[in-house]
């Protein structure tokens, strides 16, 4: 059976606009005003991840987390957003590869 196999890659200033879109629309804590610095799964829980973020005021780094679908979640809405195509029924998942965060989409058909 075909398998289809993508995989979108977002950097660091895009992921951070995503996380801030999403987290508007759901009415949560907006991340606080910086840039991406890194990124690192969480120890203690591998369903989450860590972002140090450095702060546009303190110029300190803060560190905020959130789950893997969350983050794909934010991902989903940026590829709507700026018009990429995604299949309803193909599986959704992240990965971290460097300073990129990757979207992959995969679909049995």
Excluded at 19 to 38: D, F, H, V
Excluded at 41 to 51: A, C, G, K, M, S
Excluded at 61 to 83: H, N, P, Q, S, W
Aim: proline share 7%; glycine share 6%; aromatic share 8%.
């Amino acid at each position: 059976m075909p398998r289809e196999d993508r995989r979108i890659f977002f950097d660091y200033d895009e992921t951070y606009k995503a996380l801030y879109q999403l987290c508007t629309q759901k009415g949560l804590p907006k991340p606080p005003a910086g840039s991406i610095a890194r990124l690192e799964v969480n120890p203690e829980n591998p369903l989450e991840i860590d972002f140090f973020l450095e702060s546009n005021k303190s110029g300190g780094v803060e560190v905020i987390r959130y789950t893997k679908d969350f983050i794909v979640a934010a991902l989903m809405i940026m590829c709507r957003t700026i018009g990429i195509p995604l299949p309803k029924g193909a599986n959704k998942s992240m990965e971290l590869q460097g300073d990129q965060i990757i979207l992959r989409v995969q679909m049995l058909r």
